[in-house]
């Protein structure tokens, strides 16, 4: 596509329950990754995918959270048995191989535990 | 491991006027990128400005430009003539591509406020 595209835009959810977060990239760009953004505060990385390779799980904060990526495209960001500390915008973006030319963000996915 | 650090988490200034927004990181690498992201409310990060370390010369992009001082570790946003669609917040962010997957590592942001 044009963009890189997230849905959904916002989600509400009670605490415990199971959340799937959801990124299309753009066409072309072999690399994708997740951030987490807190109220007031930066971008946290949270995992990389570039190609068929492991992604780089480093960053997720704990074994609740898991992604995939199917197909080397579209991207799922699932968090288990949500905590009121889960809620932020996750961010979503692509970029070429080595993202070196910067990547493309998408509008990001209001998660709000309560 | 790399840091960035905006010193000023908030900053205002007059329409059409020049506003300097400050960004320091740490790394012992020599061969990286510096960004500057602009998030406005709606959310999605755009890219302003990319530096490549091993090039001298500032960047810049129209009224955006860049103050690179590599030994000092110091990479700076000027904005020239602030228009009110400049309020934002801005973060600054490091990439190391020494070996690395391009990981982005980012400042916490400096919310600018443009008035008129």
């Known amino acids: 596509g044009a963009g890189v595209s997230q849905s959904p835009s916002n989600k509400v959810t009670e605490k415990g329950k199971d959340v799937e977060l959801r990124c299309d990239p753009i066409?072309?760009?072999?690399?994708l990754y997740w951030y987490r953004q807190s109220l007031g505060q930066g971008l946290e990385f949270l995992i990389y995918?570039?190609?068929?390779?492991?992604?780089?799980k480093s960053g997720l904060p704990s074994d609740r959270f898991s992604a995939e990526r199917t197909g080397g495209s579209v991207s799922t960001l699932t968090i288990q048995r949500t905590q009121q500390e889960d809620s932020a915008v996750y961010l979503c973006?692509?970029?070429?191989?080595?993202?070196?030319?910067?990547?493309?963000f998408g509008s990001g996915t209001r998660l709000t535990v309560v | 491991a790399q840091t960035v650090t905006q010193s000023q988490p908030e900053m205002s200034v007059q329409e059409a006027e020049t506003v300097t927004l400050s960004c320091t990181y740490d790394?012992?690498?020599?061969?990286?990128?510096l960004f500057w992201y602009k998030q406005p409310p709606s959310r999605q990060m755009i890219l302003v400005i990319r530096?490549?370390?091993?090039?001298?010369q500032n960047a810049t992009e129209n009224r955006f430009s860049v103050n690179f001082q590599k030994a000092a570790k110091s990479f700076s946003l000027k904005i020239s003539d602030s228009q009110l669609g400049d309020t934002a917040m801005y973060f600054c962010?490091?990439?190391?591509?020494?070996?690395?997957?391009?990981?982005?590592?980012f400042g916490k942001g400096t919310k600018l406020s443009v008035k008129p």
């Open positions: 973006a692509s970029s070429l191989r080595t993202g070196i030319y910067g990547y493309t």
């Open positions: 066409s072309g760009h072999t690399a």
């Open positions: 995918f570039q190609g068929n390779s492991a992604p780089d």
């Open positions: 790394t012992s690498e020599n061969n990286y990128y």
């Open positions: 530096q490549e370390a091993y090039k001298q």
């Open positions: 962010a490091f990439m190391n591509v020494e070996g690395s997957q391009g990981n982005l590592i």
